[in-house]
């Protein structure tokens, strides 16, 4: 089977994706084709923006750098990012593309390594001929109008293929994007196709984790169907916090439902990655039609009785149905064996009211820019927050007391 691995020296998870992608493929005898793109070309074609940090609020744009950084730790990696990231590429991607097939990914390694181990500028002519010179190659090839197109070519392939950003690696007809999803890419090889089950710690560790959570998200559901396990693994309490979405994002500036401003091509990814991970830690999920959801109603039940969360989440993202609705809230509340009646009288109650303002307003001090969101304390530590229910790792790691470095 052949893997297609689109690529950019500029992305720092495309750069830890290019370290594992090959021994992985091996594994099943499997064969990579490095693919060089131009990411900024890409984003124009998507009509989104060349700088996607840019455009972020302020608190996602500093746990998305975190998250960088940590997820280099992670992979024993010291990243070694610029101030003036993110620099222009289209240089050393030509560089690559210029040299033969066969010496393509070498070239690649070399540049990666130069951009976030060296520190070098892979705009400089002087990098770039030193890159050259290491492989044989003839830097001036780059302005070769033969190389021009063979970017230019690549580029369109990744977007005919409705790649949105890398690194993606395409499996047959399925492209999986982000380094953190290769668990994906090694399932469809033949690997692993469910999440090993995480044991129960034998004592208590101390740590305390705040979920920050909310019906409308997907992948808030994902978390509250696994984040018990999380924390009972490590050896942490569990506080489940309700928070309104809408009026963080309003709070912070970002659109109330985000995943409509996407591109299609990205919204198609997100339904397929859902499903990818609910079928990883089996849990059952069906896109709901009744999409946005009005989660002010569930939340405040949530706030009457947390026991409610969870199948209020399952009757909206496993059945579909609108809870939203007070009739269909009820009858889900009595069929999970609450008094549904009763609870829904208990959400006009001024204090269950403003504990949501209260919550939501918490989150927003903590710095969460979207939910799941996870704040996580350990004795003589500072909390630690954590955004996405593809950072569960982090949250058991830090709830048993280890640390991103400096953090």
């Known amino acids: 089977m052949e893997l297609r691995f689109y690529y950019d020296v500029v992305c720092p998870y495309a750069f830890l994706a290019s370290r594992r992608i090959d021994a992985l493929a091996a594994q099943?005898?499997?064969?990579?084709?490095?693919?060089?793109?131009?990411?900024?070309?890409?984003?124009?074609?998507?009509?989104?923006?060349?700088?996607?940090?840019?455009?972020?609020?302020?608190?996602?744009?500093?746990?998305?750098?975190?998250?960088?950084?940590?997820?280099?730790e992670r992979a024993g990696v010291r990243l070694q990012m610029p101030a003036d990231h993110p620099r222009r590429t289209v240089a050393a991607m030509r560089l690559i593309l210029s040299a033969p097939a066969e010496r393509q990914k070498a070239v690649a390694q070399d540049l990666f390594s130069a951009y976030w181990e060296r520190g070098e500028d892979v705009r400089s002519a002087e990098v770039?001929?030193?890159?050259?010179?290491?492989?044989?190659?003839?830097?001036?090839?780059?302005?070769?109008?033969?190389?021009?197109?063979?970017?230019?070519?690549?580029?369109?392939?990744?977007?005919?293929r409705g790649v949105f950003g890398v690194p993606t690696i395409a499996v047959?007809?399925?492209?999986?994007?982000?380094?953190?999803r290769l668990h994906f890419v090694e399932a469809a090889l033949g690997g692993p196709a469910v999440a090993p089950a995480l044991p129960v710690a034998p004592t208590p560790g101390g740590g305390h984790i705040r979920f920050f959570h909310d019906f409308a998200s997907p992948?808030?559901?994902?978390?509250?169907?696994?984040?018990?396990?999380?924390?009972?693994?490590?050896?942490?309490?569990?506080?489940?916090?309700?928070?309104?979405?809408?009026?963080?994002?309003?709070?912070?500036?970002?659109?109330?439902?985000?995943?409509?401003?996407?591109?299609?091509?990205?919204?198609?990814?997100?339904?397929?990655?859902?499903?990818?991970?609910?079928?990883?830690?089996?849990?059952p999920f069906s896109f709901p039609k009744h999409f946005p959801l009005r989660s002010v109603l569930p939340l405040r039940v949530a706030l009457a009785s947390p026991a409610a969360t969870r199948p209020l989440y399952r009757a909206y993202w496993a059945e579909g149905q609108p809870i939203d609705d007070p009739a269909c809230c009820q009858a889900v509340?009595?069929?999970?064996?609450?008094?549904?009646?009763?609870?829904?009288?208990?959400?006009?109650?001024?204090?269950?009211?403003?504990?949501?303002?209260?919550?939501?307003?918490?989150?927003?001090?903590?710095?969460?820019?979207?939910?799941?969101t996870f704040e996580v304390t350990s004795p003589g530590q500072a909390p630690l927050l954590v955004w996405g229910q593809d950072r569960l790792d982090l949250v058991m790691d830090a709830a048993r007391g280890l640390r991103p470095e400096g953090e």
């Open 333 to 372: 509340l009595d069929a999970a064996g609450f008094d549904g009646a009763a609870l829904l009288a208990r959400t006009a109650e001024p204090a269950i009211k403003q504990q949501l303002i209260e919550n939501t307003a918490a989150a927003q001090a903590a710095g969460a820019c979207g939910v799941p």
């Open 219 to 283: 992948y808030s559901y994902l978390a509250a169907q696994r984040v018990e396990a999380v924390a009972a693994a490590a050896g942490a309490t569990l506080e489940w916090v309700p928070i309104l979405l809408g009026g963080l994002f309003r709070a912070i500036g970002t659109p109330d439902v985000p995943l409509l401003t996407l591109s299609r091509a990205r919204q198609a990814w997100v339904g397929r990655d859902l499903e990818d991970w609910a079928a990883w830690w089996n849990i």
């Open 128 to 160: 770039l001929g030193a890159v050259a010179a290491r492989h044989g190659l003839d830097v001036g090839a780059i302005e070769s109008p033969a190389v021009k197109q063979a970017l230019f070519d690549t580029t369109a392939e990744a977007f005919g």
């Open 172 to 180: 047959g007809d399925r492209l999986h994007w982000g380094q953190d």
């Open 28 to 72: 099943y005898g499997a064969k990579v084709t490095w693919v060089p793109i131009l990411l900024g070309g890409l984003f124009r074609s998507h009509r989104s923006p060349d700088v996607p940090a840019s455009v972020m609020s302020p608190p996602r744009a500093r746990l998305n750098l975190l998250d960088i950084f940590r997820s280099g």
